[in-house]
T-cell receptor, first 113, second 114 residues
Framework: DTAVSQTPKYLVTQMGNDKSIKCEQNLGHDTMYWYKQDSKKFLKIMFS???????INETVPNRFSPKSPDKAHLNLHINSLELGDSAVYFC????????????FGQGTRLTVV | GESVGLHLPTLSVQEGDNSIINCAYSNSASDYFIWYKQESGKGPQFIIDIRSNMDKRQGQRVTVLLNKTVKHLSLQIAATQPGDSAVYFC?????????????FGKGTLLTVNP
């Protein structure tokens, strides 16, 4: 059983399109995150949710909108995709605020053409 | 290959040697640190963590050392194996006082030569 699963694994799309990435965790964790990893492997947090409530929003353009229908799911919707959005997006979850971001998904490689 | 153009710090060791990967952090308020391993095409994988009330913690073949005085963290891997080849990240919490946010270091590419 995959602890943190994201779909799709690869996403190629044209500029201007809207796309979503889904994430689910079966660990019973309270907190979920989205991270972005650029071409230089730099990992940066975008959002975090605790029990469906937005906790962190790291000055991400408002074209990015996370949605948490329940505490096991955190989806990422991106409007009007731009070339600079190309990156690998990782979902993660942690049990609580004392152990943040311990488990990561496999990543979604987004390529905007 | 995937490493071209990355400009990550790199460490190359022979199989069986011990590896030491270093990390400097900037926030003296950070109280929790994690080392992650990221293999090609995969997500970061938790290796070991340490809280600021400790200066050393050991796992299986790995040891993390924390020096709060100089804000330095290291990961020691004993008897390094080819399967240890990966990018290793340190991460700290406490930046901005938030316990929900990890700040990652740049990463170090470890290459193990057979």
């Amino acid at each position: 059983d995959t602890a943190v699963s994201q779909t799709p694994k690869y996403l190629v799309t044209q500029m201007g399109n809207d796309k979503s990435i889904k994430c689910e965790q079966n660990l019973g964790h309270d907190t979920m995150y989205w991270y972005k990893q650029d071409s230089k492997k730099f990992l940066k947090i975008m959002f975090s949710y605790n029990n469906k409530e937005l906790i962190i929003n790291e000055t991400v353009p408002n074209r990015f909108s996370p949605k948490s229908p329940d505490k096991a799911h955190l989806n990422l919707h991106i409007n009007s995709l731009e070339l600079g959005d190309s990156a690998v997006y990782f979902c993660a979850s942690s049990q609580d605020d004392r152990a943040p971001g311990a488990f990561f998904g496999q990543g979604t490689r987004l390529t905007v053409v | 290959g995937e490493s071209v153009g990355l400009h990550l710090p790199t460490l190359s060791v022979q199989e069986g040697d011990n590896s030491i990967i270093n990390c400097a952090y900037s926030n003296s308020a950070s109280d929790y640190f994690i080392w992650y391993k990221q293999e090609s095409g995969k997500g970061p994988q938790f290796i070991i963590d340490i809280r600021s009330n400790m200066d050393k913690r050991q796992g299986q073949r790995v040891t993390v050392l924390l020096n709060k005085t100089v804000k330095h963290l290291s990961l020691q891997i004993a008897a390094t194996q080819p399967g240890d080849s990966a990018v290793y990240f340190c991460a700290e919490n406490g930046s901005g006082g938030s316990n929900y946010k990890l700040t990652f270091g740049k990463g170090t590419l470890l290459t193990v030569n057979p």
